[in-house]
T-cell receptor, first 112, second 112 residues
Framework: AQTIHQWPVAEIKAVGSPLSLGCTIK??????LYWYWQATGGTLQQLFY??????VESVVQLNLSASRPKDDQFILSTEKLLLSHSGFYLC???????????FGHGTKLSVL | QQKVQQSPESLTVSEGAMASLNCTFS??????FRWYRQHSAKGLEVLVS????GEKEEGRFTAHLNRANLHVSLHIREPQPSDSAVYLC????????????FGIGTLLSVKP
């Protein structure tokens, strides 16, 4: 079974500072990968998805970018954080046999 | 773009009584619908996925889909206090099936 590891677990950053969140998938080759974000008290929103290495599609524009440098790795980043970036970030992988999504445990980001 | 609304916002039931949650969507051409629950400690877990009109059961969780009415529901049989969580309805959209939109969730509390 696939496992999803996200890092860091939590991060406190200053407005204007850079950010990099990571996600690694084990146990599945060529996974479809996704980034989701949930503001405190808000809806879970899809940010990006990637079907293959080097290819990323943006779903919602939030002044963030994503990259897929390796088959098992998905990175979310920005050069300048905004207060509005605070929230909970989830990485997910799709099981192509039943189209279910499996989520990592998430990263809690606080921008001050 | 697909819009997803959930009701009620919160629901309290007694242990053992059936819990029913509702989800309406705006575009009936989506090809799959899922229910997730979000525990603060356990993260996000998938409960049931449904692709065709009718019923799909996974353990104590049953989803009912009616595309004509733009409605999908979740019924939890014999709920327990450990089922207390936020329940999220998710609907896919887009031709590739890689875009997913979530409802804002229903907070379920199960009283012993």
């Amino acid at each position: 079974a696939q496992t999803i590891h996200q890092w860091p677990v939590a991060e406190i950053k200053a407005v204007g500072s850079p950010l990099s969140l990571g996600c690694t998938i084990k146990g599945k080759s060529s996974p479809n990968l996704y980034w989701y974000w949930q503001a405190t008290g808000g809806t879970l929103q899809q940010l990006f998805y990637s079907i293959t290495v080097g290819q990323v599609e943006s779903v919602v524009q939030l002044n963030l970018s994503a990259s897929r440098p390796k088959d098992d790795q998905f990175i979310l980043s920005t050069e300048k954080l905004l207060l509005s970036h605070s929230g909970f970030y989830l990485c997910a992988c799709r099981d192509n046999s039943n189209e279910r999504l499996f989520f990592g445990h998430g990263t809690k980001l606080s921008v001050l | 773009q697909q819009k997803v609304q959930q009701s009620p916002e919160s629901l309290t039931v007694s242990e053992g009584a059936m819990a029913s949650l509702n989800c309406t969507f705006s575009d009936g051409t989506s090809n799959n619908f899922r229910w997730y629950r979000q525990h603060s400690a356990k993260g996000l877990e998938v409960l049931v996925s449904i692709f065709s009109d009718g019923e799909k059961e996974e353990g104590r969780f049953t989803a009912h889909l009616n595309r004509a009415n733009l409605h999908v529901s979740l019924h939890i049989r014999e709920p327990q206090p450990s089922d207390s969580a936020v329940y999220l309805c998710a609907v896919n959209y887009g031709s590739s099936g890689n875009k997913l939109i979530f409802g804002i969730g229903t907070l379920l509390s199960v009283k012993p």
